[in-house]
């Protein structure tokens, strides 16, 4: 069975700390996994692959088969990035975490 | 070029009525995924589409129905609404079912069941 567990419902910092964002998975076989945003009243968007390794808007995450998990950071955090965060996975289907709040304080 | 594009963008319905709501995805899309979105539960996954075969489905109920036309276009059926049917339903289209294809999301349809 595919699972994703984004453990924290809200993660709040002060601009300028370090960020990161949990995400577990459990899949049996070697899936793709993914981040994604929602801003403020905008649509759901990919933020990163883990295929790509790459960083955008300063965030990275690697994927750490031995424990399962795909954590998402950010060395300084800035306002603009308070938004919803959520984890995917695509195995047989593309499912989703239930999402972590970012707040990020001035 | 144009984004996914859901109709309507709300519903407000009673119980024991039937929905139907529309997605058209991105242009060349083939494929099409449904999600419900609530504040406790997330994105749950209801189905998706790949030229016009339902490819998955998700752990819903027979109430919930869909299919997707020859134009990729994607429509998701409700039956018999319950209050707890209410919810954000999101659609999304990618370019196939490839494993690392980026899924785009419309805005959604809010659907309140009274």
């Known amino acids: 069975a595919q699972r994703v567990t984004q453990p924290e419902k809200l993660l709040s910092v002060f601009k300028g700390a370090p960020v990161e964002l949990k995400c577990n998975y459990s899949?049996?076989?070697?899936?793709?996994l993914f981040w994604y945003v929602q801003y403020s009243r905008q649509r759901l968007q990919l933020l990163l692959r883990?295929?790509s390794r790459e960083s955008i808007k300063g965030f990275t995450a690697d994927l750490n088969k031995g424990e399962t998990s795909f954590h998402l950071k950010k060395p300084f955090a800035q306002e603009e990035d308070s938004a919803m965060y959520y984890c995917?996975?695509?195995?047989?289907?593309?499912?989703f975490g239930t999402g972590t709040l970012l707040a990020v304080q001035p | 070029k144009a984004g996914v594009t859901q109709t309507p963008r709300y519903l407000i319905k009673t119980r024991g009525q039937q929905v139907t709501l529309s997605c058209s995805p991105i242009?060349?899309?083939?494929?099409v995924s449904w999600y419900q979105q609530t504040p406790g539960q997330g994105l749950q996954f209801l189905f998706e589409?790949?030229?016009?075969?339902?490819?998955n489905k998700g752990n819903f109920p027979g109430r919930f129905s869909g299919r997707q036309f020859s134009n990729s276009r994607s429509e998701m059926n409700v039956s018999t609404l319950e209050l707890g049917d209410s919810a954000l339903y999101l659609c999304?289209?990618?370019?196939?079912?490839?494993?690392?294809?980026?899924?785009?999301f419309g805005q959604g349809t809010r659907l309140t069941v009274v």
């Open positions: 899949y049996s076989g070697s899936p793709e």
């Open positions: 883990h295929i």
């Open positions: 242009s060349g899309h083939r494929s």
């Open positions: 999304a289209s990618s370019l196939t079912a490839d494993m690392n294809t980026e899924a785009f």
């Open positions: 589409y790949f030229s016009e075969t339902q490819r």
């Open positions: 995917a996975l695509r195995g047989n289907k593309l499912i």
